[in-house]
Structure formats: structure tokens, C-alpha cells
């Protein structure tokens, strides 16, 4: 079966200009996580939906950053007004569900292969 | 909050060494423990896992063991191969008592080179 996957796969925009990102996870995941990777370092969380809705979006690192999932499926990451320092690869990963909270317990979580952003 | 913090890199070994990168971590709770690798070109997959304190999560030849005694989770490889070139992120996922359940928390990657 398909895995996760994200359009576009670039995207160079300039400085001050709106873009979307897209991620269509896994049939059948009904959680879902955005994650974003500067180069050279790990990825660090953005925001996970459980479903419709943002369970957790304490990584969104301004009001800039907006993220939807309107029918618990494909979602977007969109970014307003676009600094030279949200240049990075955006990363979706979706898994099954979300991870319970019991030890011992876990979800994995499928990463697609990203968007490299680029803003100039 | 949580943290991730890998031995600093690049990690360059010839054919058939003994491969350790360490990973030591911060969390509350009972985090679940993992080694992503991204090889060139790819996306990052799961290595291996570790859900409790001492269990072993284990992989194509690679192992790891959940320290909580020490908060450690060290990857090593008795023989590494060159396909085993690869960019390796430490991470972790808090559970009961930390913070979010599902987020992971990435260390900053190690860069493994591995000459014929």
C-alpha cells in the first residue's frame, strides 16, 4: 500500500508570500504529525492531530503557522508571510493512532518524504 | 521538557568495525525510546524501539538497550556494512506523567560514513 506523502516535494516562494503544504497520510491513520528539519539537526515537532482536530499544537512556532485537517485525512500546513528563516523540510508522518499514554505502549509513526521550502 | 542529546558527529568507520553512537535523554514520565535512520535520498524510518526500562530494541544487526538507570539508549553495531551509511536521530515519545504522548523529541543526528 501507498505510504505517506507530501506536494510538493520543493517549493522556493519569496520572502512575504503564503504557501500550503500538503500531506495525504497512510488509509486508515487517524493520527497525524507535522515536524520541521533545519539542515544539520533533528526534526522538532510543529503539531499532531488525533482525527479532525490539533490534539497538540505547542510546536507551531508563531501565529504565522496554520495547520488543518478538515475531514480527518489529507492535511495542510500553511505559512503566512514567509521569512528567509522558515527555509527547511517539512516533514508529515502519520500512525494508526495517536500513542496512548501506557507504558509500554506505542504507535509508530511513517514519515513521507517531505517538502524542502525554500524562501528567498 | 524533553531532550535528546547524540554524541556529536561525523562518524567515519571502515568496513566491518564496532559502531557505538551514544544518546543519553531527559523526560518525565515513561518515555518510549527509538534510532531513526535517514540514508541518502530517503525519508527517516524506524530502526528499532524500546517501549519499557531494559528492554532491547533490535534491528538489522543493530541493537540498543533502554537504560533508565543511566537515561541512555546507545546504538551499536558489531560489524558495520557501507549500505549502513546514513544520517542515525536518537528519540523519544513521553508517556503518562510528561508531556504529549504521541510528539517525538529528536536528538540532532550523527552523520555515519563507512569506507570499503
Known amino acids: 500500500g501507498a505510504g505517506v506523502s507530501q506536494t510538493p516535494s520543493n517549493k522556493v516562494t519569496e520572502k512575504g508570500k503564503y504557501v500550503e503544504l500538503r500531506c495525504d497520510p497512510i488509509?486508515?491513520?487517524?493520527?497525524l504529525y507535522w515536524y520541521r528539519q533545519s539542515l544539520g539537526q533533528g526534526p522538532e515537532f510543529l503539531i499532531y492531530?488525533?482525527?479532525?482536530?490539533?490534539?497538540?499544537d505547542s510546536g507551531l512556532p508563531n501565529d504565522r503557522f496554520f495547520a488543518v485537517r478538515p475531514e480527518g485525512s489529507v492535511s495542510t500546513l500553511k505559512i503566512q508571510r514567509t521569512e528567509r528563516g522558515d527555509s527547511a523540510v517539512y516533514l508529515c508522518?502519520?500512525?494508526?493512532?495517536?500513542?496512548?499514554?501506557?507504558?509500554?505502549?506505542?504507535?509508530?509513526?511513517?514519515f513521507g518524504p517531505g517538502t524542502r521550502l525554500t524562501v528567498l | 521538557g524533553n531532550s535528546v542529546t547524540q554524541m556529536e558527529g561525523p562518524v567515519t568507520l571502515s568496513e566491518e568495525a564496532f559502531l557505538t553512537i551514544n544518546c543519553t535523554y531527559t523526560?518525565?514520565?515513561?518515555?518510549?525510546l527509538f534510532w531513526y535512520v535517514q540514508y541518502p535520498g530517503e525519508g527517516l524510518q524506524l530502526l528499532l524501539k524500546?517501549?519499557?526500562?531494559?528492554d532491547k530494541g533490535s534491528n538489522k544487526g543493530f541493537e540498543a538497550t533502554y537504560r533508565k538507570e543511566t537515561t541512555s539508549f546507545h546504538l551499536e553495531k558489531g560489524s558495520v556494512q557501507v549500505s549502513d551509511s546514513a544520517v542515525y536521530f536518537c528519540?523519544?515519545?513521553?508517556?503518562?506523567?510528561?508531556?504529549?504522548?504521541?510528539?517525538?523529541?529528536f536528538g540532532q543526528g550523527t552523520i555515519l560514513t563507512v569506507h570499503p
Open positions: 508522518a502519520s500512525s494508526f493512532r495517536a500513542t496512548s499514554g501506557v507504558e509500554g505502549t506505542y504507535n509508530e509513526q511513517f
Open positions: 488509509s486508515g491513520h487517524t493520527a
Open positions: 492531530f488525533q482525527g479532525t482536530g490539533a490534539a497538540d
Open positions: 523526560a518525565t514520565g515513561y518515555p518510549s
Open positions: 524500546a517501549t519499557k526500562a531494559d
Open positions: 528519540a523519544l515519545t513521553g508517556h503518562a506523567g510528561g508531556t504529549s504522548y504521541g510528539k517525538l523529541t
